[in-house]
């Protein structure tokens, strides 16, 4: 699978939003931003939540690939949870790739033990892992790349 038919499924938190606009190159399913961003509005179980999750769901199974940037507390966020665990309970499962900002952010533990791929955010590590990603059969174990 080429570069360009690739489709991720970026989860971040609103002020990692640079990090998120700076994996170009890959289509991306959660691409109106605003509306991605305002997630954080609203409770996660909250009924108000349901047409969001909704979305999301929608956007998380079109994908080929989640990938969720690690944070100082995106083990912290709820929705982030959220959307992790909807990615991993997809019948055909997308991989994971969490790329890690810094080397002491804690992993989510959702992430833990689900054939995640982490990686730091360096572009050619970022799009070795993809590649991984779109041509490994998916496993429990996670890996690391490193340099």
Same mark, same amino acid.
């Given at each position: 699978?080429?570069?360009?038919?690739?489709?991720?499924?970026?989860?971040?938190?609103?002020?990692?939003?640079?990090?998120?606009?700076?994996?170009?190159?890959?289509?991306?399913?959660?691409?109106?931003?605003?509306?991605?961003?305002?997630?954080?509005?609203?409770?996660?179980?909250?009924?108000?939540?349901?047409?969001? $999750?909704?979305?999301?769901?929608?956007?998380?199974?079109?994908?080929? *690939? &989640?990938?969720?940037?690690?944070? +100082?507390?995106?083990? %912290?966020?709820?929705?982030?949870?959220?959307?992790?665990?909807?990615?991993?309970?997809?019948?055909?499962?997308?991989?994971?790739?969490?790329?890690?900002?810094?080397?002491?952010?804690?992993?989510?533990?959702?992430?833990?033990?689900?054939?995640?791929?982490?990686?730091?955010? $360096?572009?050619?590590?970022?799009?070795?892992?993809?590649?991984?990603? *779109? &041509?490994?059969?998916?496993?429990? +174990?996670?890996?690391? %790349?490193?340099?």
């Amino acid at each position: 699978m080429s570069k360009q038919n690739v489709k991720l499924y970026v989860c971040f938190e609103p002020d990692q939003r640079p990090c998120a606009e700076r994996l170009d190159g890959w289509s991306h399913t959660n691409t109106d931003r605003d509306l991605y961003d305002s997630r954080q509005e609203m409770k996660v179980e909250s009924p108000e939540a349901a047409p969001m $999750k909704e979305a999301l769901r929608q956007q998380i199974h079109e994908a080929d *690939v &989640t990938v969720c940037i690690i944070s +100082q507390t995106t083990f %912290l966020n709820d929705w982030m949870t959220w959307e992790l665990n909807t990615a991993k309970a997809k019948p055909d499962r997308n991989p994971l790739i969490g790329i890690i900002l810094h080397e002491f952010n804690t992993h989510p533990p959702v992430m833990l033990n689900s054939g995640t791929m982490f990686v730091y955010f $360096k572009r050619d590590a970022v799009e070795e892992a993809v590649h991984w990603a *779109v &041509t490994n059969k998916p496993t429990d +174990q996670d890996f690391m %790349l490193e340099d």
